[in-house]
């Protein structure tokens, strides 16, 4: 440990805003290392094989380099290719499967353990994103093996009875695409209709299937159990029982608020549970710890894209050099 080579920044997650951070310090000449858990840019592979992005590529772009796509809003494959274009054209140091275990500060250092290795750090960039974290429902049979918070393709549940949870984009998507493919499909809703900032392109359809009875939604509603075979809803109008063959809760996801509580970083006290942080550098109350992206959301995970927190890169590493001066 007495000859450890001591790294400038530590960047946490190998999403979009971790390689745009990466990108800073490469165009800084600060010794860093991107690590992150599962394949470049993890949370956008989890992704739906078939979904579009709501931002339009130009919004999407980074490091000067053009994203071009087919139609004016790229897809889960052009970004994934995209972003590998881009770590590629750069030559960022990322470190792919491998998950950062602890986080600690040891004097003016911070020492970070990987299932990998161990690290000592100047600085330290949280862009975890989310999509990692699925948002529990907290339920009986939460655990059961048909049930999913991750949803790839419509092709298993052809002429299956299908329960949808949440009123959001993917609900939405999940939603239309299997029915689409001959699943039998119902939602719960915890509201009176679907998500209002659903794709507007999406939601007039979505609401005509309801509307028509092809896509039957409990609204005001939430799933009190799940059983092998059947799910138990509470809905206005009491307890109501249907057949199930899968459930997929598309219920949203949350913040690794363990490397936070690690780091020491505070948590707003209201419902949002938002970290703290100065937004003119992106530098948490813990000096050192940057946060960057959707993170910097707590539970509000609609707050924070790529395109709008491309930028916290540029003003976490401006800080960084600053406090070198």
């Known amino acids: 440990m007495e ?5 400038d920044v530590f960047i946490v997650g190998g999403g979009p805003i971790g390689l745009a951070c990466g990108i800073e310090c490469e165009k800084a000449g600060l010794n860093y290392i991107i690590v992150e858990k599962g394949v470049l840019t993890n949370s956008l592979f989890n992704y739906p094989l078939n979904m579009t992005f709501f931002s339009t590529s130009e919004k999407l772009e980074m490091g000067n ?10 897809t889960r494959t052009e970004a994934l290719e995209y972003y590998r274009r881009v770590a590629k054209t750069w030559k960022l140091k990322v470190n792919l499967y491998e998950e950062v275990k602890t986080l600690q500060k040891k004097e003016a250092l911070f020492e970070i353990v990987t299932t990998k290795g161990i690290y000592l750090t100047r600085n330290i960039i949280l862009a975890t994103g989310f999509y990692d974290l699925p948002n529990l429902m907290k ?12 949803y790839k393709e419509p092709w298993p549940y052809i002429g299956q009875k299908i329960l949808v949870v949440g009123g959001g984009n993917s609900a939405v998507d999940v939603a239309l695409e299997t029915w689409r493919k001959g699943a ?21 359809d979505i609401e005509n299937r309801i509307k028509e009875g092809s896509i039957r939604a409990f609204t005001h509603s939430l799933v009190k159990e799940i059983r092998e075979k059947e799910v138990v809803i509470n809905t206005p109008n009491g307890e109501v029982t249907i057949e ?22 505070e948590l707003s006290l209201d419902e949002k549970r938002q970290p ?13 710890v940057y946060l960057a992206g959707v993170v910097c959301g707590g539970l509000n995970t609609r707050e924070f894209f790529i395109e709008n927190s491309i930028v916290h890169a540029e003003q976490i590493v401006k800080h960084i050099l600053g406090k070198k001066v």
């Open 65 to 74: 380099i053009p994203f071009m796509s087919i139609a004016h809003k790229p």
């Open 244 to 265: 199930n063959d899968f459930v997929l809760a598309m219920t949203g996801y949350v913040p690794n608020f363990a490397l936070l509580d690690q780091l020491g970083v």
């Open 139 to 150: 339920v009986p049979g939460e655990d059961l093996p048909k049930v999913t918070h991750y």
């Open 3 to 7: 000859n450890q080579e001591i790294l």
């Open 276 to 288: 703290c942080y100065d937004q003119t550098n992106q530098e948490s109350n813990v000096p050192g």
């Open 184 to 204: 039998e499909v119902t939602m719960v809703l915890k509201d009176e209709s679907v998500d209002p900032n659903v794709k507007y392109w999406v939601k007039p």
